[in-house]
């Protein structure tokens, strides 16, 4: 065996004391669910994990009934600094806790405990930290002296980084006051119930965070509630097209953070090995599970060549395997249906002309796993230059000049990232400026923090999550009079969510 | 920069192959200007990456010895007498006492005026590392600072390799670096190549320390590492160890990507020395592991790899007696130096 | 003997010129008294088209001036708008069948709130971005950055708004430097026009606010649907049918993500919230370092 393909360095999964079977979490208890029960299982071993049940919409009901309670009863009329003390220690719960958290998510997700360990978990931890001092300090985020909370907020969250969706969910929600209820994703329930837990060792107020679980029948009768106030949503852009539409008339505040489809912009100029490494984790971190990805990789002509030689270079050395292996980079993709849907673009890349490279790697026999993959000769029409993947591959346009690289960026109705690579840095910023995405990273990629906000342009979606901003999207400005609740019509009741039983009644 | 009269350049091989028969500072420096820049940030998050492989159980054994065996034993006191020397050497050629299968370090590296010392204690152990015998690596230059006249350090130098140093450890002039006067540095190394040839014709390795700590940036790390290359560096070595910092993994792996990109062009392949600072062997394999990840872990032998240290070998011995016995072992079962 | 008046073809603006409704079409705008005041373009879906396309091309060059100039030439609207305060007094008693006071307190508002919204031009992004202090070697900064392209369907009152109406839908989405596509008050769209005329003599680019006369009921709909359009302000479109055929707008809206501003009555209340309702945050990220 050489050195360089490591003997095994397995994570242990003795830290874990999971349950056979999970209820819901609401009220402050697991409750049995009334829909039929489901398995999560492992993606890279396909084997069960445990058996998660379904809300159905009478359990959707008693969720937002138990949060509606503790927002009026409890949360809302507690003191800000009471609040944050919450939140605080549900951060230091998490700390402690985040071993076992790290491999609980690796092995639900698929992802590398390596990325779970040193970028998920710590990450959740610090957005509890940071919304626990927003708190008490509302009246400093810039929308008057009094911002409102908003109520009860619905919250429907992906399974490529399940725990820190949850974070970026629940910590602002709760900082400004309001109750959740939250739905993780089908394939990846497993921390979410986890953190149930915690809100428990924090002797959080029952009703506060509630946690269901189920598939998308489940997030519709949420997202749909009559008594839900603000509804956020990470997830696809068809999905996100479906809650806006559902949403509609109903005055509910809305967030969805949702598809992009990310140029990554290099100049011939830029620092090579780090620009290499940025192309390396703008597509192939968590396996191009990432919304934000830098899935087009936007190249300057004349470097073009020199730049796909050292990326597949470099790409020969990721190790792809088991994910509680210390040393694995690439670990397994989430579900059967996400493979299924990655193998089916990457096909019609190939028979749309573009030419395909994929490492070298061995593919365990059981699991769902996809090579770390690479289209050159990728022109804009084609397929696999427009369609998020959602996967490990990566696709390689060519630039000229500055102003032809924004055009080519900008060629999508997707606009949440983009990565910008020069040692110039007046072309950086002005390139920033010209860029219709919510984030840009100049010589970084794929780098997310509790103080920066985070969130697209276009059809990736509106609203930010992350920073003074994404508290702001959970609470109303004092003085400000929404548009719905005092729209002139007098026909329509003043409280915006009625508005659209108030249609109903219209049309009968 | 002066345009009209350019200032011809010793004519070292590897230069004329890359930049053309009449060599000049001109040239010279259009290459190192025109290098790709290196965004510090993302070079020490990779540094930071490649330190969180986990090397466990028969790649750890096989990474220890590996470290024992690329080892240059070092001691660059101006204390040194020829009892430490001695003492040096036969820790060089044995390691562990208690274990004969230990592998022996590559190299004993010493001020030029030890070299004779060392030469006499190796005796019959004297020679080539990759054929399992210790060679003598001479510090040399006006060693640590290189503030001399070129007649001294290839006096200097001419000295060590007549007392038999396989290797030399040269200095670069930081001050003409820093300065601009690439030039200067340039035929100083050419200068000294020349100064380690041997009556026989053949050459002592020579190991060019570019004092990365006084370079202080990225930047400059990368144009003095292809200004030793190109003026015919055998390694490139990150330090003298009297600066800090001396050796950090971020330098390293800099370094090697220069090595990587000059193996890439020509094929040909260039050491790489570390040294100063490392003294865990938990660093050293995160070194190790940084060249398998760059360059290829045929790198990891002596003729391309080498660790400057003096304190590492017994960290590496703690731990590998660790690994034989199964229980922690403390300082009184390894030997001091 | 009193002079026979020189009657003012009330046209479209689109892309800074006048043109007539592609479709030939017009209608007659009256006072409430019923008593005729002039033929208004009553503009067509492909009118709305165009005026998209337009709004679209002016988008980049009017975001790409300094905030500065945006608030200048925001500001110089308001001069103009003074300067021809009788004319927009007039207007407003004829069609909106009010006193001068009342119509002069109308035109005074509207001016006012020009000024107040052109000297928010180079300050909202101070109140709206920030620095943010993330935990690395990384400048992180949070700025606004105009939406695009807003189609906005003034206030529809009969009265009271059909000047100050639409200035407070078109101030707060153009400070910004987005373009605009605005359907006028349908009874009383007068002095819309002639703000357009104001518009187009004030350095405001050609293209940046495009109006339409005509029927919001008709023209909304294509306008909710555009793929190029970026965001709504529904501010007027709660009298379109039965007051809550916004909602279809909006569910028509989400088709591209479009951000909405749902219904208001009245002339809404200058806010910095209506600006920061057509505004994306961009975060920027760099690396830094002295090595």
């Keep these: 065996m050489s050195f360089l393909e490591y003997a095994p360095a397995p994570e242990s999964t003795a830290i874990l004391n999971l349950r056979e079977t999970y209820g819901l979490f609401i009220d402050g208890e697991f409750v049995d669910g009334r829909g039929e029960p489901f398995a999560t299982i492992s993606p890279a071993t396909e084997k069960r994990i445990a058996e998660v049940a379904t809300a159905n919409a009478a359990d959707v009901d008693r969720a937002v009934a138990a949060a509606r309670r503790a927002y009026d009863r409890t949360w809302s009329t507690m003191s800000g600094a009471d609040r944050g003390k919450y939140l605080f220690r549900i951060a230091r719960l998490i700390q402690e806790r985040s071993r076992e958290l790290a491999v609980a ?116 009768a949420l997202v749909s509630h009559d008594d839900v106030d603000k509804v956020a949503f990470t997830g696809s852009t068809p999905v996100g097209r479906e809650i806006a539409r559902a949403a509609a008339g109903t005055g509910k505040k809305l967030t969805l953070e949702l598809g ?77 249906e996400q493979l299924d849907r990655i193998r089916a673009l990457s096909d019609i890349g190939e028979q749309e002309g573009g030419d395909r490279w994929t490492a070298a790697c061995e593919i365990p026999s059981s699991g769902y796993w996809f090579a770390p993959t690479i289209f050159t000769n990728v022109s804009t029409s084609h397929r696999i230059a427009r369609d998020e993947i959602f996967g490990p591959v990566l696709s390689v346009l060519t630039f000229r000049t500055p102003e032809e690289a924004v055009a080519k960026a900008n060629n999508t109705p997707y606009g949440l990232s983009a990565g910008i690579w020069t040692e110039k840095a007046s072309r950086m910023l002005a390139l920033a400026d010209r860029l219709r995405v919510g984030v840009v990273w100049a010589n970084t990629f794929n780098k997310f923090d509790p103080a920066s906000p985070f969130g697209g342009y276009k059809e990736s979606g509106y609203g930010r999550e992350g920073g003074r901003h994404g508290l702001a999207a959970y609470l109303e400005a004092s003085g400000w009079q929404p548009p719905a609740a005092s729209a002139g019509a007098s026909t329509r009741s003043v409280r915006g969510r009625s508005a659209q039983k108030t249609r109903k009644a219209v049309s009968k | 920069m002066t345009i009209d009269h350019p200032v011809a350049l010793a004519p070292a091989d590897r230069a004329v192959r890359l930049l053309g028969g009449d060599l000049t500072e001109k040239a010279l420096r259009l ?122 350090k290839l006096a200097d130098t001419r000295e060590a390799v007549a007392a038999g140093a396989d290797e030399i450890d040269m200095v670069i002039d930081r001050g003409a670096f820093l300065s601009g006067r690439y030039g200067l540095v340039f035929d100083q190394i050419v200068a000294v190549k020349e100064a380690c040839r041997r009556a026989d014709g053949s050459y002592a390795h020579l190991k060019v320390i570019l004092e990365t700590g006084e370079l202080q940036t990225y930047d400059n790390v990368r144009r003095a590492s292809w200004l030793a290359i190109l003026a015919g560096a055998d390694f490139i070595k990150t330090s003298t160890g009297k600066v800090s910092p001396a050796a950090t993994l971020p330098v390293t792996l800099l370094m090697l990507e220069v090595i990587r990109d000059w193996h890439r062009l020509t094929g040909e392949t260039i050491g790489m020395k570390p040294a100063g600072g490392i003294r865990a062997s938990k660093d050293a394999v995160r070194y190790l592991v940084t060249v398998a990840e760059t360059v290829g872990e045929q790198w990891l032998t002596p003729h391309l790899w080498r660790f400057g240290a003096s304190s590492l070998v017994n960290d590496v011995l703690l731990q590998r007696q660790k690994m034989t016995t199964g229980h922690y072992s403390g300082p009184d079962y390894v030997t001091v130096d | ?248 707008l909006q569910i028509s809206a989400a088709e591209t993500l479009k951000r909405v501003l749902p219904p208001v009555s009245g002339a809404p209340a200058p806010s910095l919230e209506r600006i920061t309702a057509f505004v994306e945050t961009k975060t920027v990220w760099h690396t830094k370092a002295m090595l």
């Excluded at chain 1, 909370?149 to 980084?161: E, M, S, T």
């Design chain 2, 31 to 152: 290459h190192l200007d025109g290098l790709a820049g290196v965004d510090a940030v993302g070079l020490e998050a990779r540094a930071a990456d490649l330190a969180t492989r986990s090397i466990k159980t028969s790649s750890k054994a096989w990474a220890l010895d590996t470290i024992i065996r690329t080892c240059d034993l070092t001691t660059l006191e101006g204390a040194d007498t020829p009892g430490k020397v001695r003492s040096l050497v036969a820790k060089a050629v044995m390691p562990d006492p208690s274990d004969p299968s230990c592998p022996r370090v590559a190299a004993v590296c010493v001020y030029g005026d030890m070299v004779p010392y060392a030469v006499e204690a190796l005796g019959a152990h004297h020679g080539d590392p990759e054929k399992g015998l210790v060679s003598v690596a001479a510090v040399a230059t006006a060693f640590p600072s290189g503030r001399a006249s070129l007649a001294i």
């Design chain 3, 1 to 248: 003997m009193s002079r026979l008046a020189v009657p003012k073809t009330y046209k479209l603006a689109i892309g800074g010129k006048f043109p007539r409704s592609e479709s030939g079409r017009t209608y007659a705008v009256a006072s409430p008294s019923g008593r005729f005041l002039a033929n208004a373009a009553l503009a067509s879906r492909k009118d709305a088209r165009d005026a998209v396309v337009a709004a679209r091309a002016a988008q980049p060059g009017w975001a790409g001036a300094t905030a500065y100039n945006r608030g200048q030439v925001l500001y110089r609207i308001a001069e103009l708008l003074e300067g021809r305060r009788a004319q927009f007094v007039d207007e407003i008693v004829q069609s909106e069948g009010v006193t001068a006071a009342v119509a002069g307190a109308q035109t005074d508002a509207a001016i006012d709130l020009w000024v107040w919204y052109a000297g928010w031009a180079d300050k909202y992004a101070q109140v709206a971005g920030n620095g943010n202090p993330v935990s690395g070697p990384y400048f992180n900064l949070s700025v606004p950055d105009p939406t695009g392209v807003v189609a906005a369907i003034a206030p529809q009152e009969r009265t009271g708004v059909s000047l100050l109406g639409f200035a407070a839908v078109v101030a707060p989405v153009v400070l910004s430097g987005n373009t605009t596509v605005v359907v006028a008050n349908e009874a009383a769209p007068l002095s819309a026009i002639s703000l357009a005329e104001v518009l187009a003599t004030s350095d405001v680019p050609g293209g940046v606010v495009n109006t339409l006369t005509g029927s919001p009921a008709e023209l909304a709909p294509w306008l909710a649907s555009h793929a190029d359009v970026n965001a709504l302000d529904l501010a007027g479109a709660g009298s379109i049918g039965d007051g809550t055929a916004w909602i279809d």
């Design chain 1, 260 to 336: 992009g489809k990310g140029a990554n912009i290099v100049f011939e100029d830029a620092a090579m090995d780090q620009a290499v490494e940025g192309i390396v984790s703008g597509i192939f971190f968590n396996q191009g599970h990432v919304c934000c990805a830098g899935s087009r990789l936007l190249v300057q002509e004349n470097v073009h060549d020199e730049v796909v030689d050292r990326l597949k270079t470099r790409l020969s050395t990721l190790r792809l395997g088991d994910p509680l292996d210390k040393n694995t980079d690439i670990g397994a993709i989430n579900s059967r």
């Design chain 1, 105 to 220: 998510e690796s092995l639900d997700n698929g992802k590398p405990i390596k990325e779970t360990r040193d970028v998920d978990i710590p990450l959740v931890a610090a957005w509890f930290f940071y919304y626990a001092g927003w708190a008490d300090k509302l009246e400093y985020a810039g929308l008057g002296a009094n911002p409102r909370a908003l109520g009860v907020a619905a919250q429907v969250i992906p399974w490529n980084f399940p725990l820190l969706m949850l974070a970026w969910k629940i910590a602002p929600a709760l900082a400004a006051g309001n109750t959740v209820v939250l739905k993780p994703a089908e394939t990846t329930p497993l921390t979410a119930l986890l953190f149930a837990e915690i809100c428990q060792q924090a002797d959080l107020p029952a009703g506060v965070v509630n946690i269901i679980t189920g598939a998308g029948e489940t997030g519709r």
